[in-house]
């Protein structure tokens, strides 16, 4: 065998990764059975196999048939969104996956509730942004506000971007909700 | 189906019931399963079911001498009786010796229920004695899991565990059952009362895949099959179908570690082994192909080498029941998702319906090229007359074995012995073969093999073993005892931790870092305090007496075989490197030792 130090000879089997690093998001829907730990078998396999969660939402939809629906944006390669659909799959109290990305036009919103906590102009403005964003004001004190706002997450981005310099001191986010357009049924 | 639905169609079904205790309930679940043989160790959290054990007689409990071996003993069994195994252990520690079991079992695909106690339900969250959260725990190295909270969901969800691991790609599933749980009374579901609406496998191909396959198959100039651990999940029927097959086409077969034994190894056809330790012509074989036919393999790190080097100018076609397995590690061109038997039976049909044919001048050529390859006798080593190479003590088992007319089973522990014994002992039918493929866990073979002897009580079990796994669940040796399992322990032993001094030799600049075992037992006065026989063979003139004297043993026997301590196993493509890179024994010495 040639001595040669190359970089190639000190590749090990373990860091030949894939070269494919075109990083997509994807937002999936998953069907669930509403069972203690499903939400903790679902995370675990995002932990465990090294995917990343931008965000999950869950919550049970049907309750008769004691089914949850689980949303998440995920973030990776074409490969490992497939490894994700499929793992995600294989979890026995799964009913069904779906990449809404890749089956196409869907909608998608986010609830988020801001606190801001400021007097004077910087009130009278975050009362103006507010309005234009169609944001509600849902607790207000002499020098507070809370309001709350639905929109697409890159909405709540923006409004989390302007409310900063005005006293915003607390955000919550719901995560997205998603749903295909059209009258296809999950 | 979910516990709910459980509950909600034994209201609306009226099926004929009785109440019983939830421990009366797992056994009656059991044997519905048709278990009759279960290995288990009692504890505090599991009283309930042991008690009910001992007032029936429909299953028969193996006492093992640590839970691990309960979990390694009832993956012998199932791999080599192709049945569910079960092991039954107490909470806390009893759960958590079990996980490196299940793990093993997930990871090699092995159908397996473990039924774990756990402290009763009002104890749970409590820091509770022998309290663990097993179900937390057992989360990632299970197929599935459960913790049963009522006794109403306890026969349903047995069933449905059941159904789980040995459906689609098989695996381990555990139930913890907490005390007050088995104490409780309930109403006894049937098996036929319970359907899972969740998880439904697929097991038929897509035809129209299939035969975009086969037309593949016929056109190829350089085609090789690939098959693994699912040919021998699929059941015996699979391998047959699977060597009829390949003797139809006239292809040449490899196979990964898991699925030795599928093809018959004394056929022509037959390659050998790939990978990491596999045979030279295998591997290239792999690398030069047109076409790549694997079915129930996939394709890992130790099979492929150096990824972006794999069989660089093939079409591959992967036939797997798991989709996630498809395009996980390597771009196929064809993915199917199926059953192994179902697959094989189905492009075997269209090859012959379609009157398809190897191109008879392209097979001619591919053969020349393959049997250059066997010419380089990639196995071979270098003998000695004063010590006992392992290759060679490993040649003269086979060799005995092949006068035995008894079925031979072989489980091996992890290590250099495990390689040789897969390159050197013939594998010619399916569920013969019980070694630690994915996870490599030391210590597996000793408990394997009491599972395998208990399943195959008229078969000859032999755990190829190294003296250091061996010692790590060398107290099984007990468990072997007790209940008359004359499995025969062969030890080449080196006194090194051989596949570990291998790698600091070759690739970290020889520095014998731990490797060396200092003050090991004496493995024949070892054998004789436990109650067992032992023998020891040093020169290789006294191999062959003493493989006889194993062979003829009624009682669990340790052979202490003092092999070559510097011997490595060969042909081996180190890691980073591609198949056709790979160094053969008479290369060893011009191996640039400084590379990693």
């Known amino acids: 065998m040639a001595r040669q130090k190359s970089k190639e000879a000190t590749t090990s089997v373990y860091g030949a990764g894939p070269k494919d690093l075109t990083v997509e998001q994807h937002t999936m829907t998953i069907m669930v059975d509403n069972e203690p730990g499903v939400l903790a078998r679902v995370i675990g396999l995002f932990s465990g196999r090294g995917y990343n969660i931008e965000s999950l939402t869950v919550a049970e939809t049907d309750h008769d048939k004691n089914i949850s629906r689980i949303t998440i944006v995920a973030n990776g390669t074409p490969a490992v969104i497939e490894q994700i659909q499929h793992q995600l799959e294989r979890l026995v109290p799964v009913h069904k996956v779906v990449d809404l990305t890749v089956e196409g036009a869907h909608v998608s919103r986010e609830l988020g509730l801001f606190k801001v906590v400021s007097t004077g102009d910087k009130r009278i403005e975050a009362l103006r942004i507010a309005e234009i964003f169609g944001a509600k004001v849902v607790d207000s004190t002499l020098e507070s506000f809370i309001f709350e706002l639905t929109g697409k997450p890159d909405k709540i981005d923006a409004f989390v971007d302007l409310m900063r310099p005005l006293g915003l001191v607390n955000v919550s986010r719901s995560g997205s909700c998603a749903m295909m357009r059209g009258k296809d049924v999950l | 189906m979910t516990t709910a639905q459980a509950k909600t169609k034994a209201k609306l079904a009226k099926p004929k019931t009785k109440t019983i205790t939830g421990a009366d309930m797992v056994i009656e679940a059991l044997a519905e399963q048709g278990v009759d043989t279960v290995f288990g160790y009692p504890g505090g959290a599991v009283l309930p079911i042991y008690d009910a054990i001992f007032q029936q007689k429909k299953i028969k409990h193996y006492l093992v001498r640590h839970e691990q071996g309960a979990g390694h003993a009832a993956e012998g069994y199932a791999r080599s009786t192709g049945k569910v195994g079960v092991c039954l252990v107490t909470s806390g520690p009893g759960a958590t010796n079990t996980v490196t079991a299940l793990t093993d079992a997930m990871m090699d695909s092995i159908p397996m229920v473990c039924i774990s106690g756990q402290v009763p339900t009002f104890l749970i969250g409590t820091d509770a004695f022998q309290e663990a959260d097993t179900t937390g725990i057992t989360r990632a190295c299970t197929k599935h899991n459960y913790l049963v909270k ?396 003493v493989i006889e004297e194993m062979l003829k043993t009624d009682k669990v026997t340790i052979v202490d075989v003092r092999v070559d301590q510097t011997e490595n196993c060969f042909p081996m493509i180190p890691s980073g490197k591609a198949h056709n890179e790979m160094i053969l024994s008479p290369d060893a010495d011009k191996f640039d030792k400084t590379l990693v």
């Not at chain 2, 459906?167 to 409780?184: E, H, M, N, T, Y």
């Not at chain 2, 008879?360 to 010590?387: F, H, Q």
């Open chain 2, 150 to 545: 009522d006794v109403a969901d306890l026969p349903a969800i047995i069933h449905e565990a059941f159904y789980v691991a040995q459906s689609g790609r098989p695996g381990p599933v555990l139930i913890d059952i907490p005390k007050d749980v088995q104490f409780a009374q309930g109403q006894y579901i049937s098996k036929d009362n319970v359907v899972l609406h969740s998880y439904q496998p697929q097991t038929e191909p897509d035809m129209a895949k299939i035969e975009d396959a086969v037309a593949l198959m016929a056109k190829a100039k350089k085609p090789v099959f690939y098959t693994g651990g699912g040919v021998i999940n699929a059941g015996p029927d699979a391998s047959k179908a699977l060597t009829n097959f390949v003797k139809e086409t006239g292809f040449p077969i490899t196979s990964t570690l898991m699925g030795l034994g599928a093809f018959p190894a004394h056929e022509e056809q037959w390659l050998g082994m790939l990978g990491m330790h596999g045979t030279y012509e295998a591997n290239w074989a792999m690398h030069d192909c047109d076409v790549m036919v694997c079915i129930g393999a996939r394709f890992d790190d130790r099979v492929t080498g150096r990824l972006d080097a794999f069989s660089p100018n093939s079409k591959k076609i992967h036939i797997d029941i798991d989709p996630s397995s498809i395009n996980k590690n390597v771009h196929v061109d064809i993915g199917i998702i199926a059953d192994a038997g179902s697959a094989i039976k189905a492009m075997a049909k269209v090859w012959k319906d379609k009157k398809y044919q190897a191109d008879p001048k392209a097979m001619v050529e591919w053969w020349t090229e393959i049997n250059g390859w066997r010419k380089k006798n990639c196995l071979a080593y270098t003998n000695s007359d004063t010590i006992i190479k392992p290759q060679y003590a490993l040649e003269r088992l086979r060799a005995h074995l092949e006068k035995d007319k008894r079925d031979a089973f072989i489980t091996t522990e992890v290590g250099q012995h495990q390689m040789w014994a897969a390159q050197f002992l013939p594998f010619n039918a399916p569920n013969r073969w019980m070694t630690s493929g994915g996870l490599g866990t030391m210590g597996y073979g000793l408990p394997a093999a009491i599972g395998t002897q208990v399943g195959n009580r008229d078969g000859i079990v032999i755990d190829v073993a190294g003296e250091a796994s061996i010692l790590m669940n060398i107290q099984e040796m007990s468990t072997a005892v007790q209940y008359n399992l004359p499995v025969k322990i062969f030890i080449l032993n080196n006194q090194w931790m051989g596949m570990v001094r291998q790698w600091q030799e070759l690739l970290h600049g020889e520095r014998y870092s731990e490797s060396y075992t200092d003050s090991l037992p004496d493995f024949v006065k070892l054998a004789e305090a436990y109650g067992g026989i032992g023998l020891r063979a040093e020169t290789p003139d006294e191999l062959d007496g």
